[in-house]
């Protein structure tokens, strides 16, 4: 699975922004889809993922309630709304793609993107 994340940029705070993420080389439906992001000096966390059919998303707990994630399979491409940002969710963002179900470590996914930096401004 080849994927390419897109849609980063600068946005103020209590902003929003929407990143895509494109699949190819695969039928993205058999896939669960994640999204981390990993601040500088810091590790890569896990934001938000979804199940390979769309009905299960589950998020970190620090972006519950203003991330959503979502998919269109038809499309091969995952998506992650993004709304009321906060400067501390400066980051690169990065889609990745898994087998089977569940996931919410990094060691779990076996295809990444290159990642979208996302900067938020106070």
């Known amino acids: 699975v080849q994927l390419q994340a897109s849609g980063g940029g600068t946005a103020q705070a209590g902003g929003s922004l929407r990143l895509s993420c494109a699949a190819s080389g695969r039928t993205l439906s058999n896939y669960v889809m994640g999204w981390f992001r990993q601040a500088p000096g810091k590790e890569r966390e896990f934001v938000a993922a979804?199940?390979?059919?769309?009905?299960?998303?589950y998020y970190a707990y620090f972006v519950k309630g203003r991330f959503t994630i979502s998919r269109d399979n038809a499309k091969n491409t995952v998506y992650l709304q993004m709304n009321n940002l906060r400067p501390d969710d400066t980051a690169v963002y990065y889609c990745?793609?898994?087998?089977?179900?569940?996931?919410?470590?990094?060691?779990?996914?076996?295809?990444w993107g290159q990642g979208t930096l996302v900067t938020v401004s106070s």
């Open positions: 990745a793609a898994k087998r089977d179900s569940g996931g919410t470590t990094r060691a779990e996914y076996d295809y």
């Open positions: 979804i199940s390979g059919s769309g009905s299960s998303p």
